[in-house]
């Protein structure tokens, strides 16, 4: 049986999400690096390597006009962590997050760097699709943070 099912979730209140003051902080951002966080081993048994997922994301940026600056301070996270037993369809959850410098305000000398911007959607895929359901699920990802970045950014 091949199916699919995708599922978008709303930012935990404890996150940033993809409202108006979480793009506020994508103003003036004129490049953004991309990591990877770790990936569960399993993933690269399906096609999804750490190496493949970045180039899809900044293929997704460049075609965006969004300019990649690897190494840059900023950059665009994406985490994915996965349920699945071995007869039964993958459950995905795929997160993207931009990490930009922060410093607390009650002790400017510590920085760090913090989510900002995030967004995530849940995915329930046949093991034959799943994928490309994770790559088209990235896809969206990255096209809503290229929108935020427009909102604030103009283009």
Not at 3 to 11: D, E, N, Y
Not at 71 to 85: K, N, T
């Amino acid at each position: 049986m091949k199916w699919l099912l995708v599922l978008t979730m709303l930012a935990l209140p404890v996150a940033a999400g993809d409202a108006p003051l979480d793009r506020a902080t994508l103003r003036g951002l004129n490049g953004i690096g991309v990591v990877i966080d770790n990936l569960d081993p399993e993933f690269a048994r399906i096609g999804l390597t750490a190496d493949a997922l970045a180039a899809r994301i900044q293929q997704r940026l460049d075609h965006a006009g969004i300019p990649v600056k690897n190494g840059a301070p900023e950059f665009l996270g994406l985490r994915m962590i996965q349920a699945h037993d071995r007869k039964g369809p993958y459950g995905l959850c795929i997160w993207a997050g931009v990490y930009q410098q922060a410093l607390l305000g009650r002790d400017r000398n510590i920085k760090t760097a913090a989510p900002t911007w995030d967004v995530e959607t849940v995915i329930v895929a046949d093991g034959k699709v799943v994928q490309d359901a994770a790559m088209s699920s990235v896809d969206e990802l990255v096209d809503r943070f290229a929108a935020a970045w427009r909102s604030v950014n103009g283009k």
